[in-house]
C-alpha cells in the first residue's frame, strides 16, 4: 500500500532496520531454541497486551477510519486475537515435540524424527483493515515457534500503529519484539533484510514486488493477499438465507476484508430477488448508516475516491448499479461511508471486475448452471476464498473439488478466518504459504530431518568390496 498524497509518515531508515536485525539474530544464536516456557511468557505478553488495553484499541481503530464499529474492533482485533493466542498455548507442547518417521527395513534399527526448530529473525509487514490483529495474530504464531520479531504495521492505520508500537515496547526486549514505523520506504528496507522469513499480508499489485526484492536475499516469502472471492447461490438454496449471511460478511468493516465476497453468482432470472432479499437484510442490520457507529467508514480519502471512481467506470460501461438505502439518507464525502451497492450487468473490461474491491460493493452475476458457474471461477485468479450455498452434499462435493481457492464455506461466508484450527492462506494469485494455529507454527519453523544411526547397523552390506551380498541388498532396494 502507499500512503494517501500529502500524507506525512516518519520511516524507519535501512540502517535502523538492520541495526534491529542485527541485534535480534545476535540474540537468536545465543538463544536458538528457546524453551515452552519462555515461548509461553512472550505469548502471555501479548495476550495481556491485548487484552488490557482492548478499549485503547477501540479507539485507535475509530480513529484510523473516521468511524469503525467499536463491536467490529471488539470481535476481530481483541476477541478473535485472544482466542489465537489462546488455541496456541493449548497446543504448544505438542506442535515443539519430535515426530518419529519410519526408515526402510535396511536401515534398521536406525531411527528417524522431524524436529521443528526456529529459523531466527521474521519480518510481518501487516495491513490496515485489521490493523492490529494482522498483525498479533502472526506475531503470535512466530514467537510460539520460538523466532525473534521485526513488525511493520500499516502507515494508513497510524493510530493503531503508534499504540501498538508504544505497548510493544513495553512488553518486549527489542532484541526480541521490534515494531518500526513508516511507508514505502521503511516497507522497501524490511523486504531488502536478509529475514530467515517474510510475511507480507496486502495487495496482490504490490506482492510481486515484494518477492523481487526477497529474492536477492533467497529470503522464503508467506503472502497472503486477497482475490476476487465468489459466492455461488444454487437455486434450491433458500436465497433469503443466503443474502442475509453474504451481506453480514460483506458489509463488516465495510467490505474491507480480503475474505469479504466480491461477486455473487444467481441463478439466470433470480438477480433481483436476491438484491430485495440484500436490501432488505440492510435494513434490518443498520437503522441508518451515515450517523450509525456500527456501519464502518472507507479508510482514507485515496480508497473512497479509488470505489467512487470504480462504480462510475462501471456506469460508463454499460452496468447497472443499485444502492441499498433503505431510509433515503444523503451519503456525505467528508465521512467517507459508502451505501451497500450491487452491480449487474458486468463486463471484463470493468475495473470492479478485475480488482479486488475491499468496499461494500458486489457484483451480481447469473450463471445458466453450475458447472457455469464453476467456470466462471475457474477462468479468474484463484480467489482467497469460495462460498458455495447449497444442501445437497453430493453437489457441494463437487463444487469443493472442482474449483481453487485459498479456503472455502459452505452455506455462510467469512467464518473459516475465525477458526484457528484452519490454515488461512491463498493459492496464485491470493497468496502463498498459511498460517493460524499449527499452520502457522509450522510456517514460522524449519522441520529438520535427523536420521539417527544405531551402534548396530547394516551399513557392511552396502560397503565396498560390493560382493553378493551387496547384489542382494541392491536387488532387494529395487524390487
Request: with cysteine.
Amino acid at each position: 500500500m502507499t500512503p494517501d498524497e500529502g500524507l506525512t509518515v516518519n520511516e524507519t531508515s535501512q540502517d535502523d532496520v538492520r541495526r534491529l536485525f542485527d541485534l535480534q539474530k545476535k540474540a537468536f544464536l545465543k538463544n536458538p531454541f528457546p524453551s515452552i516456557e519462555q515461548r509461553k511468557a512472550a505469548l502471555d505478553k501479548l495476550f495481556w497486551m491485548v487484552k488490557d488495553n482492548q478499549q485503547k484499541f477501540v479507539e485507535a481503530a475509530n480513529s484510523d477510519f473516521g468511524c469503525r464499529s467499536p463491536q467490529e474492533t471488539l470481535i476481530t482485533e481483541v476477541a478473535l486475537t485472544l482466542e489465537d493466542i489462546r488455541h496456541i498455548r493449548r497446543h504448544l507442547a505438542k506442535w515443539m515435540k519430535p515426530r518419529r518417521k519410519s526408515v526402510p527395513i535396511w536401515f534398521q534399527p536406525a531411527r528417524g524424527k522431524v524436529i521443528r526448530q526456529p529459523l531466527g529473525v521474521v519480518g510481518i509487514i501487516s495491513p490496515w483493515n485489521f490493523p492490529m490483529m494482522l498483525a498479533a495474530t502472526p506475531l503470535a504464531a512466530a514467537l510460539a515457534a520460538g523466532n525473534r520479531v521485526i513488525l511493520k504495521m500499516s502507515e494508513h492505520a497510524p493510530a493503531t500503529d503508534a499504540l501498538f508500537a508504544e505497548l510493544a515496547r513495553a512488553a518486549f526486549a527489542e532484541d526480541h519484539v521490534a515494531v518500526v514505523s513508516g511507508g514505502p520506504d521503511t516497507a522497501r528496507a524490511m523486504t531488502h533484510t536478509s529475514f530467515d522469513r517474510l510475511l507480507y499480508t496486502g495487495s496482490t499489485a504490490r506482492a510481486a514486488d515484494i518477492l523481487r526484492a526477497a529474492a536477492n536475499n533467497l529470503t522464503p516469502v508467506t503472502l497472503e493477499l486477497g482475490g476476487k472471492n465468489p459466492a455461488i447461490i444454487h437455486p434450491d438454496y433458500p436465497l433469503d438465507t443466503a443474502a442475509d449471511r453474504i451481506m453480514l460478511a460483506g458489509l463488516f468493516n465495510g467490505g474491507q476484508s480480503c475474505v469479504a465476497v466480491d461477486y455473487v453468482l444467481v441463478k439466470e432470472g433470480m438477480e433481483d430477488r436476491f438484491i430485495n432479499a440484500a436490501k432488505a437484510q440492510v435494513a434490518r442490520m443498520y437503522p441508518s448508516m451515515m450517523d450509525n457507529p456500527d456501519y464502518t467508514s472507507i479508510i482514507d480519502d485515496r480508497h473512497y475516491a479509488r470505489v467512487m471512481a470504480d462504480l462510475e467506470d462501471a456506469r460508463s460501461k454499460g452496468a447497472t448499479v443499485v444502492e441499498a438505502n433503505p431510509h433515503g439518507e444523503i451519503f456525505d464525502k467528508a465521512k467517507r461511508k459508502i451505501p451497500p451497492t450491487f452491480v449487474l450487468n458486468v463486463t471484463d473490461d470493468m475495473a470492479l471486475a478485475r480488482d479486488e474491491i475491499f468496499a461494500p460493493v458486489m457484483m451480481v452475476i447469473p450463471y445458466k448452471d453450475i458447472e457455469e458457474a464453476m467456470a466462471y471461477v475457474n477462468s479468474r485468479p484463484r480467489p482467497l476464498a469460495l462460498y458455495y450455498f447449497d444442501n445437497d452434499s453430493s453437489r457441494v462435493e463437487k463444487v469443493l473439488r472442482g474449483t481453487v481457492s485459498g479456503g472455502a464455506v459452505v452455506n455462510d461466508a467469512a467464518w473459516q478466518f475465525c477458526v484457528s484450527g484452519l490454515p488461512l492462506g491463498g493459492v496464485g494469485h491470493s497468496g502463498m504459504g498459511r498460517y493460524h494455529g499449527e499452520y502457522g507454527f509450522a510456517e514460522f519453523s524449519h522441520e529438520k530431518g535427523v536420521f539417527l544411526q544405531s551402534r548396530l547397523n547394516q551399513l557392511w552390506t552396502v560397503k565396498p568390496p560390493y560382493g553378493w551380498i551387496t547384489r542382494l541388498v541392491t536387488r532387494l532396494m529395487i524390487r
